[in-house]
T-cell receptor, first 114, second 109 residues
Framework: DVKVTQSSRYLVKRTGEKVFLECVQDMDHENMFWYRQDPGLGLRLIYFSYDVKMKEKGDIPEGYSVSREKKERFSLILESASTNQTSMYLC?????????????FGQGTRLTVV | GQNIDQPTEMTATEGAIVQINCTYQTSGFNGLFWYQQHAGEAPTFLSYNVLDGLEEKGRFSSFLSRSKGYSYLLLKELQMKDSASYLCACLDSNYQLIWGAGTKLIIKP
């Protein structure tokens, strides 16, 4: 079974802190994604990556950055956390580009910024 | 622009049948996914359609009409554990996933 693991299930941070959310997948997937999910808004793509050291902006990249130094690991960084970044963050991975396969999700990190 | 529409919330009775609709407008199309998401948990894959027609998988079926930009998820013999949100997502011409906002399904005894 594909396993996507996020480092924390729940996180509380202070405004202005630098926050790191880690995601690891164990199935050698090329694609990795970071989403945030807010009530009524569905899943919104923050950043994605098709390969090591490669990153692409999604729909809402402002205030975030990412790092993919190894194929299995994709990190989301909040440079200076703000209260409007309080949300559920979901990491996902899928097999490769130009392939119609499903995405597998981590368990999610519920981040609260106070 | 790209858009996926599905109802915000639906209510159904245990043991009954419910159909959740999804309409989409995307730049190109490489298939449509349905995911189930229980409250506070991650989405899990239910089905994938790329050709017109009905795909059946146990109590769940998914239908696609590419000419109409329309899909539905059919859940039969509803159980209380089917209470969840159901997400519709399309792969566009760049193989990017475009997500709907999800349909919250409430099952009543």
């Amino acid at each position: 079974d594909v396993k996507v693991t996020q480092s924390s299930r729940y996180l509380v941070k202070r405004t202005g802190e630098k926050v790191f959310l880690e995601c690891v997948q164990d199935m050698d997937h090329e694609n990795m994604f970071w989403y945030r999910q807010d009530p009524g808004l569905g899943l919104r793509l923050i950043y994605f990556s098709y390969d090591v050291k490669m990153k692409e902006k999604g729909d809402i990249p402002e205030g975030y950055s990412v790092s993919r130094e190894k194929k299995e690991r994709f990190s989301l960084i909040l440079e200076s956390a703000s209260t409007n970044q309080t949300s559920m963050y979901l990491c996902a991975s899928s097999l490769g580009s130009e392939v119609s396969t499903e995405a597998f999700f981590g368990q999610g990190t519920r981040l609260t910024v106070v | 622009g790209q858009n996926i529409d599905q109802p915000t919330e639906m209510t159904a009775t245990e043991g009954a049948i419910v159909q959740i609709n999804c309409t989409y407008q995307t730049s190109g199309f490489n298939g449509l996914f349905w995911y189930q998401q229980h409250a506070g948990e991650a989405p899990t894959f239910l089905s994938y359609n790329v050709l017109d027609g009905l795909e059946e998988k146990g109590r769940f079926s998914s239908f696609l009409s590419r000419s109409k930009g329309y899909s539905y998820l059919l859940l039969k013999e509803l159980q209380m554990k089917d209470s969840a949100s159901y997400l519709c997502a399309c792969l566009d011409s760049n193989y990017q996933l475009i997500w709907g906002a999800g349909t919250k399904l409430i099952i009543k005894p």
